[in-house]
């Protein structure tokens, strides 16, 4: 039961990521991370423990400010709770930062494939595979079509979010057999894989489906299913407290 969100618009986005954070801790979860993408690009911070370890990191070693991050409680499958296997993981050439629900069934065959390309891993987790294929991916293309590129290549459940350290105005994130909604703002916009990471700022929602990629930016939200094509969405109002 790990928790996601994803953030773009004018405030503080470890604000807004920490907060959505701590309303995701009744998931449950042994890890907490953190990245953000400003105008000098990528800086991720994630420790093993209570998302307070992660936050007394934060205060002795500050990221510097940012608009745009994602955020990840882990509950450990492939790999102990360490930091080093906590989220985000960041691709090999630092361009992409990734967190992960769901277990990717062709972890090892494509883990194989990156290590025999010359690519070093720094976890023993499946998630940090898809982080190296988005890294590999995003040098020739954008986020979204890299996210499109490389979801087509995976088996099994997973809820992706991702950021570009060379975009700072979008998180990707996809969606098969995973939970993944979006929260509509007003000049800011949110993943998550509960509403309850952001009512604080918002109560309007939209509900993927499956096999479905939303990019978000402050002002836009563009959905498309894997193969590329416009997806219909559901929206709806949050009415609960």
């Excluded at 993408?37 to 510097?64: F, I, M, Q, R, Y």
């Excluded at 009512?199 to 563009?222: C, N, Y």
Aim: with cysteine.
């Amino acid at each position: 039961m790990c928790g996601i969100i994803g953030y773009v618009g004018a405030k503080s986005a470890q604000h807004v990521v920490i907060e959505g954070l701590r309303r995701l801790e009744y998931r449950g979860y042994d890890s907490a991370g953190i990245a953000l993408v400003g105008a000098d690009g990528l800086h991720t911070s994630k420790k093993a423990g209570k998302l307070s370890n992660l936050e007394n990191e934060l205060a002795a070693h500050a990221l510097p400010e940012a608009t745009t991050g994602i955020g990840h409680t882990r509950w450990a499958t492939h790999g102990g709770p360490t930091d080093e296997n906590a989220h985000p993981h960041v691709s090999a050439n630092g361009r992409v930062a990734l967190v992960h629900n769901g277990i990717v069934e062709n972890f090892a065959e494509l883990r194989n494939e990156l290590i025999g390309q010359g690519v070093k891993f720094n976890s023993e987790t499946d998630s940090e595979v898809v982080a190296q294929l988005l890294g590999k991916a995003v040098e020739n293309k954008n986020l979204l079509d890299a996210m499109r590129e490389v979801v087509a290549r995976l088996e099994g459940t997973f809820t992706l979010v991702a950021v570009d350290a060379t975009d700072p105005k979008h998180v990707v994130a996809a969606r098969r057999n995973s939970p993944l909604v979006v929260g509509v703002g007003k000049g800011e916009n949110f993943v998550a894989s509960d509403v309850a990471a952001f009512i604080e700022h918002t109560r309007e929602a939209i509900e993927l489906g499956q096999d479905q990629i939303v990019q978000i930016s402050a002002d836009e939200i563009k959905v498309i299913n894997f193969d590329g094509t416009d997806a219909e969405t559901r929206s709806y109002h949050v009415d609960w407290d």
